[in-house]
């Protein structure tokens, strides 16, 4: 079943359901889900292409609200936008673990917490190679499920190695390309400003 979900609408829709603090920042954006199309492409995602795309594109979104630019919410304070990141973490997580996706579950928990690293060794450099490379091998990993190259992949950026990128670049282009989403992988560093090219000469 292919995924249908085509932006950010039904993320944006869910924030808005309910009374909570953020409803009065919501905002709507076109901008194609392209990390959670390429989770939604892989085959551990066939059976619920639709809400791997929205658990997925959640946590992305809480990422943005600690370290970026969101894209649903604007104008909330420092630390309102912390809480809402916060909080889109926890809506991604566990609607998965509703989901009985265990495997996933970790990865995506492992994705919060060495992003969290990457961030905090980064300083005032912006980490965006090794934090992009962390995003496409982690929802690759959602798609298509880990290897032993991924894990050893995410060791090395827990120890600092500077070739960590490189090598879960490398691990997700072999993956995604074995399990028939490269891509999708292509588009989706594109969306985050990781050239494809440098996904693609991995092939």
């Known amino acids: 079943m292919a995924p249908t979900v085509t932006s950010l609408g039904a993320l944006a829709s869910l924030l808005r359901d309910g009374e909570n603090v953020i409803l009065p920042y919501v905002r709507d954006s076109d901008e194609e889900p392209a990390l959670g199309l ?30 970026e630019t969101p894209r649903l919410l604007e104008e909330a304070d420092p630390d309102l936008r912390l809480l809402a990141g916060d909080y889109l973490y926890a809506l991604g997580l566990e609607r998965l673990a509703m ?70 670049i490398e691990s997700a282009t072999k993956t995604a390309r074995q399990a028939g989403v490269g891509d999708a992988l292509g588009r989706a560093a594109d969306s985050i400003g990781f050239a494809s090219e440098d996904v693609l000469r991995h092939g």
Do not use: N
């Open 38 to 67: 390429l989770a939604a492409a892989g085959p551990r995602a066939a059976e619920a292409p639709d809400e791997y795309t929205l658990l997925i594109e959640a946590i992305r979104e809480g990422y943005l609200l600690h370290y």
């Open 99 to 168: 989901r009985g996706d265990l495997e996933a579950v970790r990865e995506l928990a492992d994705l919060i917490s060495l992003s969290a690293q990457v961030h905090a060794e980064a300083g005032a450099r912006a980490p965006h190679r090794l934090a992009g490379a962390l995003w496409l091998a982690a929802v690759v990993s959602v798609a298509a499920g880990s290897t032993p190259e991924h894990e050893h992949a995410k060791e090395a950026l827990r120890r600092g190695d500077p070739d960590a990128a490189e090598r879960l």
